[in-house]
């Protein structure tokens, strides 16, 4: 098993609660809690997702090749050969094979997109478990050291500290995954749009019936094959 199926919420979890706790003793770590809180995902799922979008590319991959092979052993079987072969083949083979390479562009861009949220969820997650574990022992020396005059003003400011910084760089993360998130959403959104799945999902099926049909609602004509309802050909 990868490690990616391993890499849960746990931390990220893990992290905001224990920054929730370290608030009671330091204010300035609510924004903080607040930013964890934000990151808490399952990477291990978002991996798993652009898996299957890997797959639906394959299959994208595999109906092409399937598309390809059943037009040549028709037209072998037919000799059907030479200009003829050409046109129909531009005409009404290409379009779906077109088609097929951009569902698996697509899917494949939106794997490469999810694979790289996974990896910046599981590191803010391991980050903001290392972060609430500081800032729970911070708060509790500040705690510790509440009645010490004089110490408990260096607890607080160095908890002050470490939260502020700590914030900044979840700020950071913040935005990286703003943009991540974006990019997914456009790329799914593309995928929606364009309809490209239910064309290749056609295609799958036209392919597997091995039937070769034109764009429109006329079926394809072979020389040598019967055409079902004309005069003296088989019926369908």
């Not at 898996?51 to 092979?69: C, F, P, R, V």
């Not at 980050?127 to 510790?144: D, K, M, R, Y």
Request: proline share 5%.
């Amino acid at each position: 098993m990868a490690i990616s199926d391993f890499i849960d919420s746990a931390p990220s979890v893990t992290g905001a609660g224990l920054t929730t706790y370290a608030c009671f003793a330091v204010p300035s770590a609510i924004p903080l809690a607040l930013m964890q809180g934000a990151v808490i995902s399952d990477p291990a799922e978002i991996w798993r997702a652009g898996a299957a979008h890997t797959d639906l590319a394959g299959k994208a991959n595999t109906t092409k090749s399937e598309i390809t092979q059943a037009v040549d052993k028709r037209a072998s079987a037919d000799n059907w050969e030479g200009n003829d072969k050409n046109m129909f083949v531009q005409a009404n083979v290409e379009p779906y094979k077109s088609a097929l390479d951009q569902t698996a562009q697509t899917h494949d861009g939106i794997n490469d997109a999810l694979s790289t949220l996974a990896k910046v969820y599981m590191g803010a997650g391991l980050l903001s478990l290392t972060i609430g574990g500081i800032l729970a022992a911070c708060a509790s020396g500040v705690i510790a050291c509440s009645w010490i005059p004089g110490a408990n003003v260096a607890a607080e400011g160095a908890a002050t500290a470490a939260a502020e910084t700590s914030t900044g760089v979840f700020r950071t993360i913040l935005s990286r995954l703003a943009l991540l998130i974006s990019k997914a959403g456009k790329l799914l959104s593309s995928l929606k749009g364009q309809g490209i799945l239910a064309l290749a999902g056609a295609v799958e099926f036209w392919s597997a019936k091995t039937g070769l049909t034109t764009t429109g609602a006329s079926p394809a004509i072979w020389p040598g094959v019967a055409q079902p309802g004309q005069p003296g050909q088989a019926p369908a």
